[in-house]
């Protein structure tokens, strides 16, 4: 996606718009990109979700995602 990590909202968007059609067709790596998108957003309920359909499908890096946003949870 060009010009992602960008931390501007209309880049997050944009590789947003990208990431949801594979994250939702099951693509491990989409699920992870578009989580981490939701995480910078602070939209870390959804975050949490997307970074589950990843370690569901045994994506470590997102196992250490979910570990940080659940300790700041508690």
């Known amino acids: 996606v060009p010009g992602y990590p960008k931390e501007d909202f ?5 590789a947003g718009a990208h990431f949801l059609p594979l994250a ?5 790596n989409a699920q ?12 870390d309920e959804n975050a949490y ?8 499908q045994n994506f470590a890096p997102s196992q250490r ?8 949870i508690n």
């Open 24 to 28: 939702k067709a099951g693509d491990v």
């Open 49 to 56: 979700r997307w970074f589950k359909r990843a370690v569901d």
């Open 32 to 43: 992870h990109n578009f989580a981490m998108i939701l995480y910078k957003m602070g939209r």
């Open 10 to 14: 209309y880049t997050k968007a944009y």
């Open 65 to 72: 995602n979910i570990q940080k946003i659940a300790e700041q």
